[in-house]
């Protein structure tokens, strides 16, 4: 379950980093983007408030950006996750169908871009986050077999993440650009509920095994 919090949270890098078509870009500031030096020894907080600028424009949509038609509630045709692959865990996940909501009351925390690279790191807050779609499961954990399909949610509660970037500034038109070369993901949550239907496809005798699952959601889980 936390493989499928992380992916969710790496859309974050992807809503981040994503631009519009790469034949036109804006040549002026949008007045949702609060300039920031540098240099300036507030750069700080003013990095911290543009970036919370952006989180709070992108519940209404950005003009030329055709890639997220919506922020929240976010959607997602197809995710698929593989964990394990040893004696204790083996898991194929797919989920379909998926809506994810919670990305439209993103708290920035704080933005901190470093002048070497112009690398950055953003810390924020998702009071919630909540994952709905169709799933199908096959593999393992321990001795219990996992063999089903049906609906899935996920609810999160108070995630703070902290999310790593690396840049790579190129030159364009007159204009610095940067694209994101690799970016890292680390968060810890206060609480986590799941639900799976139809978890043993049917087989009741595997109903004993709900309670060792979950614990795999346990409380101030740290990825």
């Known amino acids: 379950m936390s493989q499928i919090l992380c992916f969710c949270l790496f859309l974050m890098c992807y809503i ?9 870009f804006l040549t002026e500031p949008p007045d949702y ?19 919370q600028q952006l989180f709070d424009k992108l519940n209404d949509g950005i003009p030329g950006l055709n890639s997220i038609k919506s ?24 989920l379909g169908n998926v809506k994810i909501n919670g ?31 169709d799933y199908s499961l096959f593999g393992r954990i ?3 077999p996992l063999n089903g399909h049906g609906e899935v949610f996920l609810e999160a509660e108070n995630m703070t993440v902290i999310m790593n970037s690396k840049t790579r500034l190129y030159e364009k038109g007159g204009f610095t650009f940067y694209n994101v070369t690799d ?26 095994a709900r309670p060792s699952l979950k614990y795999l959601d346990r409380p101030n889980l740290d990825e």
Not at 16 to 24: I, L, M, P, S, Y
Not at 35 to 47: E, H, T
Not at 104 to 129: A, C, I, Q, R
Request: contains cysteine.
């Open 33 to 51: 983007i609060r300039q920031c030096q540098i240099a300036d020894k507030n750069f700080l907080n003013c990095s911290t408030h543009s970036i």
């Open 142 to 144: 321990l001795l219990i």
């Open 103 to 133: 990305f439209g009351h993103t708290n920035v925390l704080e933005s901190m871009v470093y002048p070497k690279d112009y690398s950055w790191k953003t810390t924020f807050m998702l009071p919630e986050m909540k994952l709905q779609g």
């Open 183 to 208: 970016c890292r993901v680390d968060f810890k949550i206060d609480g986590l509920k799941s639900y799976f239907s139809n978890l043993f496809n049917g087989n009741k005798q595997l109903d004993f």
């Open 16 to 24: 981040n980093t994503v631009r519009a078509d790469d034949e036109k």
């Open 71 to 94: 922020f929240d509630p976010f959607y997602l045709n197809r995710i698929r996750i593989t964990q394990g692959n040893s004696n204790a865990i083996n898991l194929k996940v797919e």
